[in-house]
């Protein structure tokens, strides 16, 4: 038995809190890795702000269209067992993800916040309908009303959905357990939302690279889809 899989199974209450670096198994690249997305060319955080979309959205809209969307990538065995604890009403998750992974693998929405939003929604900022995203890879602007479409993602410059920021803290303050996985945990305030857990509650990291830890986390160095191989579902 692994650490993790007698941590999870010793757990009322799990809140999973995932990043970039449990899909890269799914063959989307992370952001902040060495040869991660913002390695490369232009500032993302400038790209992927509100201020490229509304004053140079041909480039904001190149950018996500070439480097966010991944239609093909499939959920890897973090998503799917992750998505087999809150099926059974044990786990929540909370991920800073958009790519639509934990949905896809079949975790229950009420036990599921994407916190940055989901980069398969699409709508037009015009008329406010929604667009498929065939649509949106066709084109920026809206076929029916000429309206310039974005994704549902949050932006650097604005601010997180109040709702979700609530089901956010509210899971965290009622674990007993948090497993942070392939995450960096240095985008706030994301990362800030450690703050409201119990002084009780454990915490455990699955990463590549060491992460900085509450004082009482403990820190799984390794392979995060070889760790959750190894979690048994009863």
């Known amino acids: 038995m692994s650490k993790l899989n007698n941590l999870l199974h010793a757990g009322r209450k799990i ?11 799914s063959g989307i690249p992370d952001y902040r890795s060495k040869n991660g ?6 500032a993302p955080e400038y790209l992927l702000s509100h201020s490229c979309l509304a004053n140079e959205p041909e480039k904001h809209y190149e ?18 067992k992750m998505a087999e604890f809150t099926r059974r009403g044990k786990a929540d998750i909370i991920t800073q993800n958009v790519d639509g992974l934990h949905l896809a693998a079949g975790a229950d929405p009420q036990h599921l916040v994407e916190f940055h939003g989901n980069i398969y929604s699409i709508y037009c900022q015009k008329c406010g309908q929604d667009v498929e995203l ?13 309206g310039i ?22 899971a965290i303050s009622q674990a007993d357990l948090i497993v942070v996985a392939g995450t960096s945990f240095v985008v706030y305030p994301f990362a800030g ?8 509650a454990e915490m455990v990291a699955v990463n590549r690279d060491p992460i900085t830890l509450p004082s009482n986390g403990k820190m799984i160095t390794g392979d995060a889809v070889k ?7 009863e």
């Open 63 to 80: 950018f996500v269209k070439n480097n966010m969307i991944y239609p093909e990538a499939k959920p890897n065995v973090i998503h799917k």
């Open 134 to 146: 065939k649509d949106y890879l066709t084109s920026m602007y809206h076929k029916n009303c000429g």
């Open 149 to 170: 479409l974005r994704t549902d993602i949050v932006l650097y410059e604005e601010a997180i959905d109040t709702q979700k920021i609530e089901k956010a803290v509210e």
């Open 37 to 42: 997305l913002y390695s490369t060319g232009e």
């Open 227 to 233: 760790e959750f191989e190894q979690v048994e579902i």
């Open 193 to 200: 939302l450690i703050q409201y857990a119990s002084s009780d």
């Open 15 to 25: 809140v999973f809190l995932t990043g970039a670096g449990v899909s890269t198994a």
